[in-house]
């Protein structure tokens, strides 16, 4: 069965560097999110993708961030200049159709734990 | 803005019996989706069930089924006869109509034991 992959598992990093978080979605999947879950807190909605443009962002996904689908099955999420507070498990999902097209069930991977040391 | 609730951090059943996770949550939507994905330790979460808010009926799975009540915004998730491949942690989660991002709560880490 087909599955969402994330590479690295886990992703050691200083602050004030730049990291790359990387997803292959299924790959006849149109629709890409990135969540994040800060260690006991609730899983946040960051980025939703579409139709290689952001289709709706949250107001954690700042200036430091941004997504990039860079060929036809990688989707990455960046954040520039990492800070303390970006320390948690990064998921991405993916789901067959966009906005407006009905239900369509969202996939998840199995996340990227960021470490900002 | 929406918001979902779990009140149960933790909670533990033994293999076979029945436990029930709880959920509210806030919403000005008539419409909308309310879910409850399951993550295995080290596995990614999978939608266990779904119900849409404009069917009466409750949503049943095999042995997971789901107490709705619109008007209480209360959506409660029963698990019968509990296995041990049940224990993980449950989220939650709400989506309004149009495949918009999903809303969770912190989750329920339920731990089935034999």
């Known amino acids: 069965e087909p599955e969402v992959t994330q590479t690295p598992s886990h992703q050691v990093t200083q602050m004030g560097q730049e990291v790359i978080l990387r997803c292959v979605p299924i790959?006849?999947?149109?629709?890409f999110y990135w969540y994040r879950q800060i260690l006991g807190q609730k899983v946040e909605f960051l980025v939703s993708?579409?139709?290689?443009?952001?289709?709706?962002k949250s107001e954690i996904f700042d200036d430091q961030f941004s997504v990039e689908r860079p060929d036809g099955s990688n989707f990455t999420l960046k954040i520039r200049s990492t800070k303390l507070e970006d320390s948690a498990m990064y998921f991405c999902?993916?789901?067959?159709?966009?906005?407006?097209?009905?239900?369509?069930?969202?996939?998840f991977g199995p996340g990227t734990r960021l470490t900002v040391l | 803005a929406q918001t979902v609730t779990q009140s149960q951090p933790e909670m533990s059943v033994q293999e076979a019996e029945t436990v029930t996770l709880s959920c509210t949550y806030d919403?000005?939507?008539?419409?909308?989706?309310l879910f409850w994905y399951k993550q295995p330790p080290s596995r990614q979460m999978i939608l266990v069930i779904r119900?849409?808010?404009?069917?009466?009926q409750n949503a049943t799975e095999n042995r997971f089924s789901v107490n709705f009540q619109k008007a209480a915004k209360s959506f409660s998730l029963k698990i019968s006869d509990s296995q041990l491949g049940d224990t993980a942690m449950y989220f939650c989660?709400?989506?309004?109509?149009?495949?918009?991002?999903?809303?969770f709560g912190k989750g329920t880490r339920l731990s089935v034991i034999a």
């Open positions: 989660a709400f989506m309004k109509l149009g495949n918009t991002p999903l809303v």
């Open positions: 999902a993916s789901s067959l159709g966009g906005p407006g097209q009905g239900f369509n069930e969202q996939f």
């Open positions: 993708f579409y139709n290689n443009e952001i289709s709706e």
């Open positions: 919403t000005s939507e008539n419409n909308y989706y």
């Open positions: 790959s006849n999947h149109l629709y």
């Open positions: 119900q849409e808010a404009y069917k009466q």
